[in-house]
């Protein structure tokens, strides 16, 4: 039979734990199929079983060849009789510990204003970019440091609220899981004694701390020059101007709940550092009280970068206030989240870049049963379990076992699918469902490469990752291989990009994805939609 990956077999391309469900998907066809191991020796065989009809999404039938009495560690290939074979997978005990590592070690590649130096960066090393400080839009004599922090994404944008997300994620990782953060990554401040993302989750809290304006205790929207620089350009080359937008009530209000939480979490380790993080969340929260009813951020004329508008604050003022009692137990911030829940303006489990009420709800529901509002804390915890099982029979009837409805592959689709698998895992927390937990399984499988393009979207994992993500150090380095333990955007049905545009048209959503450079709508990577994705791994990975 003919070996070689053919694109209608979809696998989780890394593999499976021993006792999970093992489950290839076929797309438009059925029939006999077997497992060989690596010595081509057959250990399993069987029928497709069951068939779900994914027209609406994938434009296909999808069957499913279900192989999860294979249980021995090996290193395996599926085989279809007729299409042919599978890439080589493993089943071992801890498959995704690698990928888990990848993803967090992605954020130090995505450091500015610091060099990335050959013995952790090797071979994607770049020199110290964008040092100077950046002029205040509308202020022009006036200029702040905001030196460091991470790249938005294949832009070298730094955008507050972005920040915010992808630093919750990866605390609240760390606090659930934090068995999975026990190895050394290693980065350059590697001590032994703080487990190394919380290295990370500083190096970008230190750089929101400069967004904060020392006058107002307001935070800036944004920093970033008036244009994106070219697609080959180095981060060191970028040497435009550096714009701080306005403040904006988004970024001041997810920056306190985001430093409230660090202050928390900082405190067994550095004491002084928590103290830092608190005073700069209890400022943001004054010029919040004092600013209750602002405009939304738009960018101004002559600032073309991702702008990020968020026209409603009342989720990151939530957000805020819950964190805020969570970390001093303060009642006035206690009676403020209570406000704002009763209020019904927002989503209360949102866990995106501008819907952020996810963040508030669960930082309530992980604060200590003895200081909580009982009927609120329930109506929160029944909200969030009854939407993480919407969520689960959604999965159920989808062809690729995921939870994105036909209008959800948008830009950064792969953001909601990990979102929801974040979600499921946090209801699990609580509730203790193994159908939760086994369908959040199905979306790492779904990103690892058992999707209709048979494509890992992560960089640097799984036997067909994307290649060419939209991101410009990967673009511009002259390493052939892109910047490993990246998330790509993901399938986007709008086609908002040219190359979309040209090649995609006519594609069933969840097939408009295609790994070109030049297709920013589709395989952009972030910070945002890889901070999710470490929340999942860690998970699976401890
Ligand atoms: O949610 C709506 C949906 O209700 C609607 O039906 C559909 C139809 O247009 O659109 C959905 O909104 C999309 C929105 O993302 C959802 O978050 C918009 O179309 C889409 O244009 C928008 O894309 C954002 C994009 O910037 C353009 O503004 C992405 O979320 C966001 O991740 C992306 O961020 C960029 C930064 O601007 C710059 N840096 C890179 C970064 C990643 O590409
Ligand atoms: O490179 C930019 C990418 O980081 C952004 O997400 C995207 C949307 O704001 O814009 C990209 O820049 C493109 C610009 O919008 C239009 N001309 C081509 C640019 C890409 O080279
Ligand atoms: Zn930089």
């Given at each position: 039979?003919?070996?070689?990956?053919?694109?209608?077999?979809?696998?989780?391309?890394?593999?499976?734990?021993?006792?999970?469900?093992?489950?290839?998907?076929?797309?438009?066809?059925?029939?006999?199929?077997?497992?060989?191991?690596?010595?081509?020796?057959?250990?399993?065989?069987?029928?497709?079983?069951?068939?779900?009809?994914?027209?609406?999404?994938?434009?296909?039938?999808?069957?499913?060849?279900?192989?999860?009495?294979?249980?021995?560690?090996?290193?395996?290939?599926?085989?279809?009789?007729?299409?042919?074979?599978?890439?080589?997978?493993?089943?071992?005990?801890?498959?995704?510990?690698?990928?888990?590592?990848?993803?967090?070690?992605?954020?130090?590649?995505?450091?500015?204003?610091?060099?990335?130096?050959?013995?952790?960066?090797?071979?994607?090393?770049?020199?110290?970019?964008?040092?100077?400080?950046?002029?205040?839009?509308?202020?022009?004599?006036?200029?702040?440091?905001?030196?460091?922090?991470?790249?938005?994404?294949?832009?070298?944008?730094?955008?507050?609220?972005?920040?915010?997300?992808?630093?919750?994620?990866?605390?609240?990782?760390?606090?659930?899981?934090?068995?999975?953060?026990?190895?050394?990554?290693?980065?350059?401040?590697?001590?032994?004694?703080?487990?190394?993302?919380?290295?990370?989750?500083?190096?970008?809290?230190?750089?929101?701390?400069?967004?904060?304006?020392?006058?107002?205790?307001?935070?800036?929207?944004?920093?970033?020059?008036?244009?994106?620089?070219?697609?080959?350009?180095?981060?060191?080359?970028?040497?435009?101007?550096?714009?701080l937008s306005p403040i904006s009530a988004a970024a001041t209000g997810c920056f306190a709940g985001v430093m409230a939480m660090a202050a928390r979490v900082y405190q067994p380790y550095d004491a002084a550092y928590a103290e830092v993080c608190l005073r700069a969340a209890e400022r943001a929260y004054a010029w919040l009280e004092r600013n209750p009813d602002v405009p939304g951020f738009k960018n101004p004329p002559e600032i073309a970068t991702g702008e990020y508008g968020d026209k409603l604050d009342h989720d990151e003022r939530y957000w805020a206030s819950a964190e805020l009692y969570r970390t001093t137990g303060d009642q006035r911030y206690h009676q403020a989240l209570k406000a704002w829940a009763a209020g019904n303006t927002f989503e209360l489990y949102e866990l995106g870049w501008a819907d952020m009420g996810g963040y508030g709800t669960i930082a309530y529901l992980l604060t200590e049963k003895d200081r909580v509002d009982l009927k609120l804390y329930d109506k929160l915890q029944c909200g969030l379990v009854e939407d993480a099982r919407r969520l689960a029979i959604i999965s159920e009837q989808d062809g690729y076992g995921i939870s994105l409805a036909p209008e959800q592959y948008i830009w950064g689709s792969n953001m909601l699918v990990m979102n929801n698998a974040m979600l499921m895992l946090i209801a699990h927390h609580f509730y203790k469902d193994s159908a939760l937990e086994k369908c959040a399984l199905d979306h790492v499988h779904y990103l690892l490469g058992r999707n209709a393009l048979s494509m890992s979207y992560v960089t640097g994992y799984g036997t067909n990752p994307i290649r060419n993500p939209h991101h410009r150090p990967s673009v511009g380095d002259g390493v052939a291989d892109p910047v490993p333990g990246q998330v790509a955007g993901g399938p986007n049905r709008h086609l908002q990009d040219d190359y979309a545009k040209v090649t995609l048209t006519g594609q069933p959503p969840a097939k408009c994805f295609v790994d070109h450079m030049d297709s920013y709508a589709t395989n952009e990577v972030t910070i945002y939609w890889n901070s999710p994705a470490v929340f999942v791994f860690s998970h699976f990975a401890s």
């Open positions: 039979h003919p070996h070689g990956s053919i694109p209608s077999i979809s696998l989780n391309q890394i593999g499976y734990r021993p006792h999970d469900d093992k489950i290839a998907l076929f797309a438009g066809m059925g029939g006999s199929f077997y497992v060989e191991d690596s010595k081509g020796m057959k250990v399993c065989r069987g029928e497709t079983l069951k068939a779900r009809n994914d027209a609406g999404i994938s434009g296909q039938t999808v069957y499913y060849a279900d192989f999860s009495a294979l249980m021995k560690p090996g290193t395996y290939r599926i085989v279809h009789v007729e299409a042919g074979a599978s890439e080589a997978f493993v089943i071992e005990e801890k498959p995704y510990k690698e990928v888990h590592k990848g993803l967090l070690k992605a954020f130090y590649y995505f450091r500015c204003g610091i060099e990335l130096q050959e013995e952790f960066a090797a071979p994607w090393t770049h020199h110290a970019c964008h040092l100077a400080p950046a002029i205040v839009y509308g202020q022009e004599d006036r200029r702040i440091d905001v030196c460091g922090g991470w790249h938005d994404a294949g832009d070298y944008g730094k955008y507050a609220g972005p920040g915010a997300k992808a630093v919750a994620d990866l605390l609240l990782a760390f606090e659930l899981y934090p068995n999975a953060f026990v190895d050394a990554v290693p980065l350059p401040e590697t001590d032994g004694r703080i487990p190394d993302v919380l290295h990370e989750c500083r190096y970008e809290l230190d750089f929101l701390l400069n967004m904060q304006d020392e006058e107002t205790g307001g935070v800036f929207h944004k920093v970033t020059t008036l244009q994106f620089p070219s697609l080959d350009c180095m981060p060191e080359h970028d040497l435009a101007d550096l714009y």
